[in-house]
C-alpha cells in the first residue's frame, strides 16, 4: 500500500501561519519530485510550489513566493510546506502530490496524492 497522509492545516487569522506535512508510507520517495496543490470551491486545481526529494530544489507559483516554503526530510520520507503571511485568498484544500518527474505543474503527471486538508483564512 502507497500512500501520502497529510496533517496540519486549520483556521488562521490573516497574516498567520500554518505548517503542512505530507508522509509517504509504502514506498521510499527519494527520487520523487514533490508537490502541493489547492484547489478552491468552485475553481481549477492550482499548482502551488514543487521540491525533488534528490536535490531539495524548490519552485513555486508566483502568488506564493517569499511567503510559502517547501522542504523535505528524506529519512522521515516526509515532506513540508510552511505557509506565512497567509491571505483569504489562499483559502483552499491543500493537496500533497508525489511522481517521477522534476518541475512539472501539471497535475495529471503525478501518481499519488494526499487526502487534501482544508486551509482556510479569514480576514
Known amino acids: 500500500q502507497v500512500q501520502l497522509v497529510e496533517s496540519g492545516g486549520g483556521l488562521v487569522q490573516a497574516g498567520g501561519s500554518l505548517r503542512l506535512s505530507c508522509a509517504g508510507s509504502?514506498?521510499?520517495?527519494?527520487?520523487?519530485?514533490m508537490a502541493w496543490f489547492r484547489q478552491a470551491p468552485g475553481k481549477e486545481r492550482e499548482f502551488v510550489a514543487g521540491?525533488?526529494?534528490?536535490?531539495?530544489?524548490?519552485w513555486y507559483t508566483d502568488s506564493v513566493k517569499g511567503r510559502f516554503t517547501a522542504s523535505r526530510d528524506n529519512a522521515k520520507n516526509t515532506v513540508y510546506l510552511q505557509m506565512n503571511s497567509l491571505k483569504p485568498e489562499d483559502t483552499a484544500v491543500y493537496y500533497c502530490a508525489a511522481g517521477r518527474i522534476y518541475g512539472v505543474s501539471n497535475g495529471d503527471s503525478y501518481d499519488y496524492w494526499g487526502q487534501g486538508p482544508q486551509v482556510t483564512v479569514s480576514s
Open positions: 509504502g514506498r521510499t520517495f527519494n527520487n520523487y519530485g
Open positions: 521540491i525533488s526529494m534528490i536535490s531539495g530544489s524548490t
